[in-house]
């Protein structure tokens, strides 16, 4: 699944789904202009991408703009675009496809990255303010888990130790 668990995944994709969908017929009911689906579907990869190539000249260690006011930088960012005439399309299907190979890629935060991520092998990352708090809580989750499963499997009350001196994996 990658690093996000199965409620991310799947709330990733559903949205990413119906971003699409509403993109294609974002207030146009014959279809959505021709500029707007260049700009949605390589535009903004290309100009999230250039943004990456520049951070990646400057330091090889991976963006991490999570906290609360890059965040906030990227709702404001992401509510005037969306709600602008000429670029609301074009930002559904930006980011619903995004979302759609960040739910199958299992990448967390914000999924505007996910396409740059993938071309330069980069693991950057920028605030959601949806689906960072979902994030949280399933790893928060899956460490509790991780913690609890520990605990029963510590090797205490194995009636046969392993014979090579390797723990059995």
Sequence with gaps: MGRIGPFGALSRAALGAALVFFGFFHGHPWGIPWYEAVLGLAGFPALMAS??????????????????????????????????????AAVDLFYGVTLLAAAWRGQPGCEATVISNVILR????????????????????????????????????????????????
Aim: charged letters at 20%.
């Design 122 to 169: 980069r693991d950057d990352q920028v605030g959601c303010p949806v689906f960072s708090p979902i994030d949280h809580a399933e790893l928060r989750h899956r460490s509790r888990a991780a913690l609890s499963v520990g605990a029963d499997l510590s090797g205490t009350d194995r009636a046969d130790p392993p014979r090579d001196g390797w723990p059995d994996e």
């Design 51 to 88: 943004l990456a190539l520049v951070v990646g000249h400057v330091t090889s260690r991976p963006l991490r703009l999570t906290g609360p006011a890059a965040t906030a930088l990227n709702c404001l960012l992401i509510v005037a675009l969306a709600s602008n005439r000429f670029t609301g």
